[in-house]
């Protein structure tokens, strides 16, 4: 059976260099207000990573544009969520 990384390889992603079509507001409230860090284990492209001083590092490369960490960091509201400009981002490939 295939893998989801298997289907996930399949997508192509346009990198728009120098402009993060999501960012981390505060990371001081990632670091030391935010305990479950859920955006860490529920993007699906891994794009949140926790790092080991609590810390949460963010690199929008390979992101699906699926809305899934605005939606999580609810509480905190500490995600600025934008979809990438015309021409830039994920790419899907059907079929
Ligand atoms: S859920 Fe929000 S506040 Fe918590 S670590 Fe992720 S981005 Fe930071
Ligand atoms: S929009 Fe979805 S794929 Fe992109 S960073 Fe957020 S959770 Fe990950």
Known sequence: MIKVEEKLFQNRYRV???RPHIEIRNADICQHSCTSKPCTVCCPAACYTREGDGRV????DGCLECGTCRIICNEHGN????????GYGVLFKFG
């Open 16 to 18: 728009d260099a120098g």
């Open 57 to 60: 590092t963010l690199i929008t």
């Open 79 to 86: 995600v600025d969520w934008h979809y990438p400009r015309g």
